[in-house]
């Protein structure tokens, strides 16, 4: 079992429609959770970090439930612009800040 | 500032050859990553360092060797490439564990193809 899973997608959204969807994550050690971005054939950017109350950021806003181990992203009034592959990611701050990756969410935003 | 920076933007490769994967950081940042995407899949991590002399293997780092002489430079070595090596590398730094910024940022990445 991978230690963080999403759904590949892709997820078709209309423009100016809500689109959520979930990751999971399997290691209970893990601290931090964050949503990357990443456009097509470029480095992944930070989009925001999800904190235990959850948190919003615009339009963007993320949960993070522990008991069930997922977290949880949701994207309203959908521009094209945010057509992008969204990557799940957890830290274990032990040994380096490592992140583990999800394999990314791919939303396609259409008119 | 100018981030990280990585270079190549691309490369060729033929089986057995041999290269290094410059990256290198202005942002002052005690660690450094090296990871790889293959086509429709997450990052893994191949090496990282949480400082200048220290390295660790991660997930993947069958086939690759590091070095961390400085803070600022953390190049990834290739000695025999293989076609499975094919694949997008990208180089991350962050603040150390323990500081409130734990994002890390990454290089815009070296697309290498092993033929």
């Known amino acids: 079992r991978k230690e963080v899973e999403q759904d590949p997608g892709p997820f078709n959204v209309p423009e100016g429609a809500t689109v959520a969807f979930n990751c999971t994550y399997s290691n209970s050690a893990s601290q931090s959770f964050f949503w990357y971005r990443q456009d097509c054939r470029k480095e992944p950017k930070l989009l925001m970090s999800v904190y235990s109350s959850g948190n919003e950021d615009g339009r963007f806003t993320a949960q993070l439930n522990r008991a069930s181990q997922y977290i949880s992203l949701l994207i309203r009034d959908s521009k094209l612009s945010d057509s992008a592959t969204y990557l799940c990611v957890s830290l274990i701050k032990a040994a380096g800040n490592k992140l583990t990756f999800g394999g990314g969410t791919r939303v396609l935003v259409k008119p | 500032n100018a981030g990280v920076t990585q270079t190549p933007k691309f490369r060729i490769l033929k089986i057995g050859q041999s290269m290094t994967l410059q990256c290198t950081q202005d942002m002052n940042h005690n660690y450094m990553y090296w990871y790889r995407q293959d086509p429709g899949m997450g990052l893994k991590l191949i090496y990282y360092?949480?400082?200048?002399?220290?390295?660790d293997k991660g997930e993947v780092p069958n086939g690759y060797n590091v070095s961390r002489s400085t803070t600022e430079d953390f190049p990834l070595r290739l000695e025999l490439a293989a076609p499975s090596q094919t694949s997008v590398y990208f180089c991350?730094?962050?603040?150390?564990?323990?500081?409130?910024?734990?994002?890390?940022?990454f290089g815009p990445g070296t697309r290498l193809l092993v033929l």
């Open positions: 991350a730094s962050s603040y150390p564990a323990g500081v409130l910024k734990e994002t890390q940022y």
């Open positions: 360092s949480v400082g200048a002399g220290i390295t």
